[in-house]
């Protein structure tokens, strides 16, 4: 069964970093890109973030290039999301999400909020 | 980058109704639209793929049609579980874009 387990979210200060982690089990993780999407509170989705299985190629959404970098980790099968300069129109929740390069996102974490106020 | 525009926005619908959302591309897609449903504070759930390839586990009643620019759900019989919000997203280029969403709830 395939499970996703995103955390790190948190209360951090416009300016500050934080680090998102996404968990992976019951499939080959480096066999598949997998991707971030994060719903500002009563929003809609936004794909922030993709990377493919090998770590070697990546995609950003313009609202984030150069402030956040996405990376994995393939002997410890878990994703990152390093979020730099951080800003109130960050605040969302974050989901990570395995994703098929044909077939797009077929399952999702239940995401982590992260919040961005002083 | 490809604008996605859905519609209606909000639907009413009772149990038992059929109902068909429709979601646009600025430019054609090929085949890469995808249909996610989202319950009140859970993750999205993918429901198609490939416009009307239905995802492991996901029933008959959902249907996905169209080509290019022009794809639609059609969701039939209508239970209490399905009044949720809606999405489309292209991935046949990044950046990748969701519509903005359809809300389906109870008349």
């Known amino acids: 069964e395939v499970q996703l387990l995103d955390s790190g979210g948190g209360l951090e200060q416009p300016g500050g970093s934080l680090r998102l982690s996404c968990a992976a089990s019951?499939?080959?993780?480096?066999?598949?890109?997998m991707s971030w999407v994060r719903q500002a509170p009563g929003k809609g989705l936004e794909w922030v973030s993709l990377?493919?299985?090998?770590?070697?190629?990546?995609y950003y959404a313009d609202s984030v290039k150069g402030r956040f970098t996405i990376s994995r980790d393939n002997s410890r099968n878990t994703l990152y999301l390093q979020m730099n300069s951080l800003r109130g129109e960050d605040t969302a929740v974050y989901y990570c999400?395995?994703?098929?390069?044909?077939?797009?996102?077929?399952?999702w974490g239940p995401g982590t909020l992260v919040t961005v106020s002083s | 980058d490809i604008q996605m525009t859905q519609s209606p926005s909000s639907l009413s619908a009772s149990v038992g109704d059929r109902v068909t959302i429709t979601c646009r591309a600025s430019?054609?897609?090929?085949?890469?639209l995808a249909w996610f449903q989202q319950q009140p504070g859970k993750a999205p759930k993918c429901l198609i793929y490939?416009?009307?390839r239905l995802q492991p586990g996901v029933p008959s009643k959902f249907t996905g049609s169209g080509s290019g620019t022009d794809f639609t759900l059609t969701i039939t019989s209508l239970q209490p579980e399905d009044f949720a919000t809606y999405y489309c997203?292209?991935?046949?280029?990044?950046?990748?874009?969701f519509g903005q969403g359809t809300k389906l709830d109870i008349k």
């Open positions: 999400a395995k994703d098929r390069l044909a077939a797009g996102h077929d399952y």
């Open positions: 019951g499939f080959i993780f480096s066999n598949y890109a």
């Open positions: 990377i493919s299985g090998s770590g070697g190629t990546t």
């Open positions: 430019q054609g897609i090929s085949n890469y």
């Open positions: 490939a416009v009307s």
């Open positions: 997203q292209q991935y046949y280029s990044y950046p990748r874009t």
